[in-house]
């Protein structure tokens, strides 16, 4: 019974120590980039911060238009660069779910890839896709 009682005197001593996240970090600003989700990584490059997005649904959905990698400005919030995969079909009924899973930064190429199995190459400084490969 003892051990009981001091487990929960730590636990009661530890919550009252607890400190609201939004009270040490208050919200700054807010930026709609659509949902993510824990396999979502936010990248810090070039004095800004990347994260792909999942769009407005984690429903196969193409014709989703924040299924995108973004840029956000850091200080403000605002949205840089939105970069939008892109496909070579011609029929709305063959396009892929677009929805970003992952993404990594090496000098002025962006890599990310969607839930369609696509792995894209984009380059940041001239703002155009190099390539795609169907994975």
Known sequence: ????????LLFVALQIQA????????????????QTTYRTNILFDKNKIWIGSNGNTLEK?????????????????NVLDKITPVWDTKEEKDMP????????????????GTDAHILYCYDIA???FLWQYNA
């Open 126 to 128: 001239q703002k155009q």
């Open 61 to 77: 959905n193409s014709k989703d238009e924040l299924d995108a990698v973004f840029s956000i400005d850091p200080k403000t919030g």
């Open 97 to 112: 779910d677009t929805d970003v899973n992952g993404i990594a930064i090496d000098g002025n190429k962006l890599y990310f």
């Open 1 to 8: 019974m003892k051990r009981a009682s001091i487990f929960t």
């Open 19 to 34: 400190q609201n996240i939004e009270n040490v970090f208050p919200l700054k600003w807010k930026a709609k980039i659509g």
